[in-house]
């Protein structure tokens, strides 16, 4: 029983990771409208004005937006990330560092598929402190 809880994923044959991660960031994305911004705060909370709350009970409920949208926002930049890997792969230079021009190492487009950058270049970007790239 505990052997089958620890299981790992099967990844599907013939299945591309970067078309797979991508798929995967479009569902997430989907899952954080329907569930956090489909409703306004009185829905959300199940009361019939927002007038009568206590400010503690609306903070919860702001708080919870807040984060969400910072959810939303990284999703639209890991989907930004994988469109770029996506037409990489299409001009025929998946698996080459954009800046560098070197190899992306195997390693590190299995853990991140939608990687354009090598490590190293990684590294160097997050250092500059330019995250607006990062992959």
């Given amino acids: 029983m505990a052997s089958t809880a620890r299981r790992k994923k099967?990844?599907?044959?013939?299945?591309d990771p970067l078309v797979q991660?991508?798929?995967?960031?479009?569902?997430?994305?989907?899952?954080?409208?329907e569930s956090t911004f489909?409703?306004?705060?009185?829905?959300?909370?199940?009361?019939?004005?927002?007038a009568n709350q206590h400010p503690g009970d609306m903070a919860d409920v702001v708080f919870e937006r807040e984060l969400m949208e910072t959810t939303r926002e990284i999703l639209?930049?890991?989907?930004?990330?994988?469109?770029e890997a996506l037409k990489r792969k299409a001009a025929g230079q998946y698996g080459?560092?954009?800046?560098?021009?070197?190899?992306i190492s195997k390693a590190r487009l299995a853990?991140?598929?939608?990687?354009?950058?090598?490590i190293d270049c990684q590294r160097k970007l997050e250092q500059d402190g330019q995250h607006a790239r990062a992959s």
């Fill in 76 to 83: 639209a930049e890991e989907a930004t990330l994988a469109e």
């Fill in 38 to 50: 489909s409703a306004d705060e009185r829905e959300s909370t199940g009361e019939a004005s927002a």
């Fill in 21 to 33: 991660k991508s798929q995967e960031i479009d569902r997430l994305r989907h899952f954080v409208d």
């Fill in 96 to 103: 080459i560092c954009a800046e560098c021009e070197k190899p």
């Fill in 111 to 118: 853990a991140r598929p939608q990687a354009t950058l090598c």
């Fill in 10 to 15: 099967k990844a599907t044959p013939n299945v």
